[in-house]
C-alpha cells in the first residue's frame, strides 16, 4: 500500500541555518497532532414549554454537544483504558471509598473490566508508526492522560524511553513540541536525557535546533545530577552549545554556557569551535557574546588569584552568567 510522502519529521539532516520554523506537530498525522479547542457554537433556540407527554421519555430530549471526535473523551482515539485505576497502585493508592466495601457488593457494583496486566499491555503497545499512547498523549499535551501512562509503564517495569520508528522517545516529542511541563514530567519519571534520535540527538540538542530555551531549562533543572553530558556529540560531530549557535538561540547557549558548556569544545568533523560556527553564520551578536562570555572565562583566574592547585576544572569553567559573578558584568 503507498504510504503519504514524508513529512518534516521524517527528513534527512537539515541546515539548522535556514531550517523553516513550522508549527510544532504541524508534520504529524492528523490523528496524532493536537486537539484544537471546539469552537463554540450558538445555542439551539428552545422549545416553548408546553404540557408534559407521557409517553415520551426523557431519552428523547436534544442531546448535548460533546467533545470533538464524536467520543465521550478525546483521547480515547490513541487510549482506551481508564484515567483513574479502579485497584490500589503503589504510586496512586485506593482512588476509591468503594475498595472498602464487601468484595460481593463491590463485584456488582463496579465490576473489574481492566486488570492491571491488560491496563500495562494497551498502554506500552504500539501502533503502525511505532508510537505508543504515551507518544500521542505527550504530543496531544494531556497531562492527565500521560501521568496515568507513566504509572503503568512503571507499574510493568516498562522503560519510558521507548523509540517510534523515527527513533523518537515521548521525551523527544516534549521537546520538539515545545511542551516544558511534559519534559518535566518525563524527566522526573525516569525518561533518559541522553536517548538519541535517528541524527544522534539527544534532548539537549533537540532543545537547541527547535529554539526551545524553556525546555533545556527543565531538562537541565530536573533531570538526576550527573545524568546530561553536555559535551556529547550527534551525528554531526555537533554538541548542543554548536547547535544552538547554529541556530542563533541565545538564551540557550547562555544557559549551556551556565551549566558548564565548554565554549571551546570542537566539532568531530572539521573541528571548529561554537566561535568559529558563529562567524560563518555571519552572526555578529552571536560572535559579540562568545567573545565576550570568553573573555570573562579568561579573567576568572586573574580575578580570584589563588594557587594554581586550587584553580579546579569546575571554576575555571564556570560561567560568568551565573548569580556569583553578575558583579564582573557591571
Given at each position: 500500500m503507498p504510504r503519504c510522502p514524508a513529512g518534516a519529521m521524517d527528513e534527512g539532516p537539515v541546515d539548522l541555518r535556514t531550517r523553516p520554523k513550522g508549527t510544532p506537530g504541524a508534520a504529524l498525522p492528523l490523528r496524532k497532532r493536537p486537539l484544537r479547542p471546539a469552537s463554540p457554537e450558538p445555542a439551539a433556540p428552545r422549545a416553548p414549554a408546553g404540557p408534559l407527554d407521557p409517553l415520551?421519555?426523557?431519552?428523547?430530549?436534544?442531546?448535548?454537544?460533546?467533545?470533538?471526535?464524536?467520543?465521550?473523551?478525546?483521547?480515547?482515539?490513541?487510549?482506551?483504558?481508564?484515567?483513574?485505576?479502579?485497584?490500589?497502585?503503589?504510586?496512586?493508592?485506593?482512588?476509591?471509598?468503594l475498595l472498602?466495601?464487601?468484595?460481593?457488593?463491590?463485584?456488582?457494583?463496579?465490576?473489574?473490566?481492566?486488570?492491571?496486566?491488560?491496563?500495562?499491555?494497551?498502554?506500552?503497545?504500539?501502533?503502525?508508526?511505532?508510537?505508543?499512547?504515551?507518544?500521542?498523549?505527550?504530543?496531544?499535551?494531556?497531562?492527565?492522560?500521560?501521568?496515568?501512562?507513566?504509572?503503568?509503564?512503571?507499574?510493568g517495569g516498562r522503560e519510558l524511553d521507548v523509540h517510534n520508528n523515527l527513533r523518537q522517545t515521548p521525551l523527544h516529542l516534549a521537546v520538539?513540541?515545545?511542551?516544558?511541563?511534559?519534559?518535566?514530567?518525563?524527566?522526573?519519571?525516569?525518561?533518559?536525557?541522553?536517548?538519541?534520535?535517528?541524527?544522534?540527538?539527544?534532548?539537549?540538542h533537540l532543545a537547541c535546533e527547535h529554539r526551545s530555551p524553556s525546555c533545556l531549562q527543565a531538562l537541565l533543572d530536573h533531570a538526576a545530577p550527573g545524568s546530561v553530558d553536555l559535551e556529547a556529540r550527534n551525528y554531526e560531530g555537533l554538541t548542543a552549545l554548536h547547535v544552538a549557535v547554529n541556530t542563533g538561540c541565545q538564551e540557550a547557549v547562555q544557559?549551556?554556557?551556565?551549566?558548564?558548556?565548554?565554549?571551546?569544545?570542537?566539532?568531530?568533523?572539521?573541528?571548529?569551535?561554537?566561535?568559529?560556527?558563529?562567524?560563518?553564520?555571519?552572526?555578529?551578536?552571536?560572535?559579540?557574546?562568545?567573545?565576550?562570555?570568553?573573555?570573562?572565562?579568561?579573567?576568572?583566574?586573574?580575578?580570584?588569584?589563588?594557587?594554581?592547585?586550587?584553580?579546579?576544572?569546575?571554576?575555571l569553567a564556570k560561567s560568568p552568567f551565573s548569580s556569583s559573578y553578575q558583579h564582573l558584568w557591571l
Open positions: 415520551r421519555s426523557s431519552c428523547d430530549a436534544p442531546a448535548v454537544p460533546g467533545p470533538p471526535h464524536g467520543v465521550a473523551r478525546p483521547e480515547a482515539i490513541y487510549y482506551q483504558g481508564p484515567l483513574v485505576p479502579i485497584y490500589p497502585t503503589p504510586t496512586v493508592g485506593p482512588p476509591f471509598p472498602n466495601m464487601p468484595a460481593h457488593l463491590y463485584s456488582r457494583m463496579c465490576p473489574v473490566e481492566h486488570p492491571l496486566s491488560a491496563d500495562i499491555a494497551l498502554a506500552t503497545r504500539a501502533d503502525e508508526d511505532g508510537d505508543t499512547p504515551l507518544h500521542i498523549a505527550v504530543v496531544q499535551n494531556n497531562k492527565a492522560v500521560a501521568l496515568r501512562l507513566v504509572l503503568l509503564f512503571q507499574q520538539i513540541t515545545a511542551l516544558p511541563d511534559m519534559v518535566r514530567l518525563l524527566v522526573t519519571a525516569g525518561a533518559s536525557p541522553m536517548a538519541l534520535d535517528r541524527h544522534g540527538q539527544t534532548a539537549a544557559l549551556l554556557l551556565e551549566r558548564g558548556a565548554d565554549i571551546d569544545a570542537v566539532d568531530i568533523k572539521s573541528g571548529r569551535s561554537p566561535l568559529i560556527h558563529a562567524v560563518e553564520n555571519n552572526s555578529l551578536s552571536m560572535v559579540q557574546l562568545l567573545l565576550l562570555v570568553r573573555t570573562r572565562l579568561w579573567l576568572l583566574p586573574h580575578l580570584h588569584p589563588m594557587p594554581p592547585a586550587q584553580l579546579s576544572p569546575p571554576l
